[in-house]
Structures are given as structure tokens and as C-alpha cells.
């Protein structure tokens, strides 16, 4: 048995319901400035309707990456490879309480995280939905094992960065739109969250 097969012995499942098409999501306009709210379904219909957003990227302390595999439900990239967590603020919630709620609903972790970056970006699927988002980009490191919420996650991996980048560049189809351009900035402008054995 290889390291990455006992880590997953390890492992807990959940099949709480965490995500639902009629939760409010936050409308925001190019300076990320709120400007209304709809709900999830509407928000990724078309060419989608621009909603504020947020990217987690988990590392261990060996300064490997948590991937999720997006559960084959999902409406947007099911089976797609991505960073270890995605999610919206909802209506009248902070986005330090919506971060650490949510990973905790995916994956029953809980540790600190940093502002990064926040970016624009638009990625249609099919001709019936698409993402628009302003997302906010934050790091963190935390060796607990994670819980898998199988509704919203169908796979789970460690990777080491160098081979998370000779993985994108052989099979870039395989992982999500929003998670290939966070990572090549987040290689270009955020060394640290490599380097350093704890992020601040």
C-alpha cells in the first residue's frame, strides 16, 4: 500500500447537503462593488451573471497541494480536477466566514488562511452555463485529515507543485478553467506559500 492509498484509509465521508440551486449568491460589478443578488441556478446560466467567488489552496506541510475531483453532479466541470475548494459567499455573509465554512463543509478542515489575490474571469462549459466571477484567491497548510463531502467531491490527492505543473501542461482539459489560471499566478507571484513551512 502506497502513501497516498493509507492517507485515504484515513479519510471520513459526509453526504451532507452543502450547496443548493437557490442560495442567494453575491452580484458585483467589475471593482467587485455589490450590486445585487440571485440565486446560484441563475447566477451560471448563459454566459453567466458576474457573482463574487472564492479559490482555497490547501498545502500539507510538505508543501504538496490538496486537488479535489469535482463530484460528477455538479452542474459546471463534473469530474474536473481543481484547487481544494470553491464556493460563493452567500447574501449577508462575510467572506472570512464563508471561507472557513465552507471548507469545513467540504472537507472538515479548519486552519488559517491568506488573502492572495482576487481576479476576474469568465469560462463557459456548454451552450446552458457558464462561471463569471470575481474570485478571491487564499492559501493555507494543514495536516488534518479531511472529511470528503461526496456531494460535493468525487476524488482527493496530495501533489507536489513541479508535477502539478507537468500535469497541466501534458492534460490541461483535465482541470477546471478557474484553478489552471489561479495556479500559474499563484507560481509566478506567491513563492512563499511554497517556501514557507507555516503561512502567516
Given at each position: 500500500?502506497?502513501?497516498?492509498?493509507?492517507?485515504?484509509?484515513?479519510?471520513?465521508?459526509?453526504?451532507?447537503?452543502?450547496?443548493?440551486?437557490?442560495?442567494?449568491?453575491?452580484?458585483?460589478?467589475?471593482?467587485?462593488?455589490?450590486?445585487?443578488?440571485?440565486?446560484?441556478?441563475?447566477?451560471?446560466?448563459?454566459?453567466?451573471?458576474?457573482?463574487?467567488?472564492?479559490?482555497?489552496?490547501?498545502?500539507?506541510?510538505?508543501?504538496?497541494?490538496?486537488?479535489?475531483?469535482?463530484?460528477?453532479?455538479?452542474?459546471?466541470?463534473?469530474?474536473?480536477?481543481?484547487?481544494?475548494?470553491?464556493?460563493?459567499?452567500?447574501?449577508?455573509?462575510?467572506?472570512?466566514?464563508?471561507?472557513?465554512?465552507?471548507?469545513?463543509?467540504?472537507?472538515?478542515?479548519?486552519?488559517?488562511?491568506?488573502?492572495?489575490?482576487?481576479?476576474?474571469?469568465?469560462?463557459?462549459?456548454?451552450a446552458g452555463g457558464?462561471?463569471?466571477?470575481?474570485?478571491?484567491?487564499?492559501?493555507?497548510?494543514?495536516?488534518?485529515?479531511?472529511?470528503?463531502?461526496?456531494?460535493?467531491?468525487?476524488?482527493?490527492?496530495?501533489?507536489?507543485?513541479?508535477?502539478?505543473?507537468?500535469?497541466?501542461?501534458?492534460?490541461?482539459?483535465?482541470?477546471?478553467?478557474?484553478?489552471?489560471?489561479?495556479?500559474?499566478?499563484?507560481?509566478?507571484e506567491h513563492a512563499?506559500?511554497?517556501?514557507?513551512?507555516r503561512l502567516a
Amino acid at each position: 500500500m502506497d502513501n497516498q492509498e493509507r492517507e485515504r484509509q484515513e479519510w471520513r465521508d459526509s453526504n451532507e447537503i452543502v450547496s443548493f440551486d437557490d442560495e442567494p449568491l453575491v452580484l458585483v460589478d467589475h471593482e467587485d462593488r455589490e450590486v445585487g443578488f440571485l440565486d446560484k441556478a441563475s447566477a451560471h446560466e448563459g454566459k453567466g451573471t458576474l457573482h463574487r467567488a472564492f479559490s482555497l489552496f490547501v498545502f500539507n506541510a510538505k508543501g504538496e497541494l490538496l486537488l479535489q475531483q469535482r463530484a460528477p453532479g455538479k452542474r459546471l466541470w463534473p469530474g474536473y480536477w481543481s484547487n481544494t475548494c470553491c464556493s460563493h459567499p452567500r447574501r449577508g455573509e462575510t467572506l472570512d466566514n464563508a471561507i472557513h465554512r465552507r471548507l469545513k463543509e467540504e472537507l472538515g478542515l479548519a486552519c488559517p488562511l491568506e488573502y492572495l489575490f482576487k481576479f476576474e474571469y469568465q469560462a463557459q462549459f456548454d451552450a446552458g452555463g457558464a462561471e463569471h466571477e470575481l474570485c478571491w484567491v487564499y492559501a493555507g497548510r494543514s495536516d488534518d485529515a479531511p472529511t470528503v463531502n461526496v456531494n460535493e467531491i468525487s476524488g482527493l490527492r496530495y501533489i507536489a507543485p513541479d508535477a502539478l505543473d507537468a500535469e497541466m501542461a501534458a492534460s490541461p482539459e483535465a482541470f477546471t478553467p478557474w484553478f489552471k489560471i489561479e495556479w500559474e499566478r499563484i507560481r509566478r507571484e506567491h513563492a512563499h506559500v511554497f517556501a514557507s513551512p507555516r503561512l502567516a
